[in-house]
């Protein structure tokens, strides 16, 4: 006996709005850097409204201005030679009671023309620090230890974060022990346990 093909909870023709707003990670349509569109994950995330968002700065997300551009700068070259990027990095919420708050956040995106990468690129957006918020402790990091604590949350070695970041090798090395002497801790395989678990 022929089985019966069940009945499928989706729309019969694909409504790819419905899936953009219901997608279970936040994403962001962009154009130069400049947010054209978003899903409610995202507004879930930075604890914000749509309409607050639209036609603002991706700097709106960043913990400091300094932050925003730099990324920026740091991820053109990527993005033209592979057309797409990755990274976990802090994050900042937007709005009401959490407004200011930081967390770590899993990015991804992808640039639409690589020979401009920040033209038009679609990005997604995953809270990797759910369990607890950053500490005030954790918050008052410095923007490059911020960046540097980044980094090594990918697995990279200082040389590398070096060249990702644009520094030298023993500005990585005097930032990676700044960030051990906050977290207490005498090893980088520590540090980072500490940084995946929100503690100080």
């Given at each position: 006996?022929?089985s019966?093909p ?5 729309p019969?023709?694909?409504?790819y709005?419905?899936a953009?707003?219901l ?23 930075f ?14 997300l ?12 740091r ?20 709005g009401?009671?959490f ?25 997604s ?8 918020p ?31 970041l644009?520094?030298?090798h ?7 022990a700044?960030l051990m ?10 540090l ?9």
């Amino acid at each position: 006996m022929p089985s019966t093909p069940m009945e499928s909870p989706f729309p019969a023709s694909a409504d790819y709005r419905w899936a953009f707003d219901l997608a279970p990670i936040g994403l962001i349509l962009s154009r130069q850097r400049i947010i054209v569109d978003c899903n409610q994950k995202v507004c879930e995330l930075f604890a914000v409204e749509r309409e607050d968002l639209l036609q603002q700065s991706f700097a709106i997300l960043y913990p400091s201005q300094d932050e925003f551009q730099r990324t920026g700068e740091r991820i053109a070259q990527p993005l033209m030679h592979h057309g797409s990027y990755r990274d976990e990095r802090i994050m900042r919420r937007v709005g009401g009671r959490f407004a200011g708050e930081l967390f770590w956040c899993r990015v991804s995106g992808r640039a639409l023309d690589r020979s401009d990468p920040h033209a038009a690129g679609i990005w997604s957006f995953e809270d990797i620090d759910s369990r607890q918020p950053l500490t005030p402790d954790r918050a008052t990091l410095t923007p490059r230890e911020r960046e540097v604590a980044s980094q090594l949350l990918t697995g990279m070695t200082s040389k590398e974060i070096a060249r990702a970041l644009g520094l030298s090798h023993r500005t990585v090395e005097v930032h990676r022990a700044s960030l051990m002497r906050k977290y207490g801790t005498g090893t980088t395989a520590t540090l980072v346990q500490k940084l995946m678990a929100g503690s100080p």
